[in-house]
């Protein structure tokens, strides 16, 4: 059975930091293309960034970029999101994806954890 457990989200001032974490059961993060997205109150969810096969292969949203910085721990089997200068349009739901192929592409979704920056 896949799992995937995010943490790290909280309250932060504009301009704090915050780190965030994905780890899974059930999976390998290390094998295969793991996301971050974000859905904010009444908006649709957004792809943040993507880290595709090798660690060296990502992608960030233009919102993000310069900001937020994604890596891997194949030892831990989990996924870090490093969040700096936050703004508030940085709140939202913040949810780790993988996807698996198989026989054909499969996601997996954790149940996402909320951020918030406020004064």
């Known amino acids: 059975q896949v799992q995937l457990v995010e943490s790290g989200g909280g309250l932060v001032q504009p301009g704090g930091s915050l780190r965030l974490s994905c780890t899974a059961s059930g999976v390998s993060l290390s094998g295969n293309p793991v996301n971050w997205f974000r859905q904010a109150p009444e908006k649709e969810r957004e792809l943040v960034v993507n880290?595709?096969?090798?660690?060296?292969?990502?992608s960030y949203a233009d919102s993000v970029k310069g900001r937020f910085t994604i890596s891997r721990d194949s030892a831990k089997n989990a996924v870090y999101l490093q969040m700096n200068n936050l703004k508030s349009e940085d709140t939202g739901v913040y949810f780790c994806n993988v996807y698996v192929f198989t026989t054909e592409w499969d996601a997996y979704w954790g149940q996402g954890t909320q951020v918030t920056v406020s004064l």
């Open positions: 880290l595709g096969y090798t660690d060296d292969s990502t």
